[in-house]
């Protein structure tokens, strides 16, 4: 009997690090580039913006001229290799118990998500920049 008790918790524990294994280094090596939005401010110009923040969600041309982009940006939780292969050779060396530490610590990272809605004159230059949701 305790030799079948044994045996289940070895299978058990095998189970749970089969399935947890490199969870975290997925994780660390996933998620958004960094979006540089401090170059959307008045007197930019639109290729540069495009350059940087990628290309609009929406983009919308009023009758005088001008054009109103929307992008989505999504900060925080950015992909870092650098973390990866730290977490892939911390769970070699701990023979994947490190996964109990970075699973949850990757899974607490916060995400922010908020649009930013920009108007550029007739010339492509920016006029106004319009931040919806998240935190100011």
């Not at 998620?31 to 495009?50: C, M, W, Y």
């Not at 929406?58 to 005088?64: A, E, K, L």
């Not at 650098?82 to 949850?104: H, I, K, M, Q």
Request: aromatic share 8%; proline share 5%; with cysteine.
């Amino acid at each position: 009997m305790k030799k079948n008790m044994e045996t289940a918790l070895a299978l058990v524990l095998l189970g749970y690090s089969t399935l947890l294994q490199s969870c975290s280094v997925a994780m660390a090596a996933s998620g958004h580039e960094k979006q540089d939005t401090p170059v959307a401010f008045p007197g930019s110009n639109r290729a540069v913006l495009i350059s940087k923040l990628g290309p609009p969600e929406t983009s919308q041309q009023f009758p005088d001229g001008r054009i109103q982009d929307s992008y989505l940006i999504k900060q925080g939780n950015e992909k870092s290799s650098g973390r990866a292969w730290a977490f892939a050779g911390l769970d070699l060396l701990s023979l994947g118990l490190w996964e109990a530490v970075a699973t949850p610590y990757e899974l607490a990272q916060k995400e922010e998500d908020f649009r930013l809605l920009i108007t550029y004159d007739q010339g492509g230059n920016v006029v106004e920049v319009q931040r919806l949701g998240g935190k100011p």
